[in-house]
């Protein structure tokens, strides 16, 4: 067992436990948009950065970080919170998200951070990057307009359905998912349909043909139960 | 007292928010008590008067002639109001903002010269249909498309009373 502080309360916790876990088993909520469970963590939103007070205040990403004996962390602070709205800001800027006009409206990770992080406008200025649409798989389409680059998808298709069909490419500002050599989707060879990108994407991004306006409901959480059916070795 | 002297405009946006204001209803024999609407597409007033305390801005900036009107408001009221989404994040009209703008206006109008390329009858049409605060000081917004006419409410009656509007939790969402 390993003992630490978690917003000045001392916690136990297994050794191997990331922040975000202890933080959650003590009821603490820490916003996240990289991680969902079931799938390794990555750590590339920073929107669950943590605070942690003896290591001279360095932020970590609460996802992807293990616990340590003594680690003293601070979830919410007045600092900590402008770094995750400043975060968030950019995330909305990055690209074209019209809430109006999606898909996924009502129920979007990336909205309801907003909601939240008490976001009611963004005081960046939008870079409306000319972005395209991919709508030849048969049942699934991509509107790169909405993607966060978190990579979720790219991870539920490579852990846990095992077709490493979702990758990056380009680098950068200029860096997208694109399935196979770069698509298009339609004529991926290693696609299964299975459509846990599609269930994985906490945005509108990747969605399923034929759906309206706010009309597009997930279940991220698949991906979970999925990953805990299975037989371990 | 005095009434509470409010003005609404109307940009690029789809009306949908004064529409939303108009649903509350009931609720506008109360407000009508407390404040007075001195300038708006629902009335018939042509100039901007002096000494506006509230306005209420639907729609992002899309033309040379609403950025005017957008600038002679904010000297002209006090409490300057986001109304919406497209005043708040450029919303709908902005989607045209990864195109440049001539290439938006022959797509629509076809060769020649189409109306909005230059400053004539129609005013121009600018570079990119951008939100309220890309352009001028806004001290509050009303997120919604539409915000629905509870939210107004909230955020009215909370002004009113208590000199500050209070908008929290779901009352913030885009869309």
Redesign the interface.
Known sequence: MITLKLNGREVRAQEGQTILEVAREHGVRIPTLCYLEGLSPRGSCRLCLVEVRNWGGKLVPACATQVEEGMDVVTHNERINRIRRLVLEMLFVERNHICAFCVSSGHCELQDLAVELGMDHVTLPYRYPGLAMDLSHEDYGIDHNRCVLCGRCVRACSEVEGAFTWGFQGRGIQIQVAPDLGGPWGDSETCTSCGKCVQACPTGALFEKGVGTAAQTKRPEVILEVTERRPRV | MSKVRVATMWFSGCSGCHMSFLDLDERLLELKEALEIVYSPLVDIKEIPEGIDVALIEGSVNTTEQLELLREMRRKCKILV?FG?CA?????P??R???PRDEVLREVYGDGNPPGMEEGEVPALLP?A??L??YVR?DY?I?G?PPDSDRIWKFLSTLLKEGKPR????E????
């Open positions: 986001a989404d708040t994040t450029g919303n709908i902005s989607m903002n990864p195109i990119q951008l939100p605060h890309a806004v917004y997120p498309c908008l929290e939790g779901e913030i969402r885009f869309g």
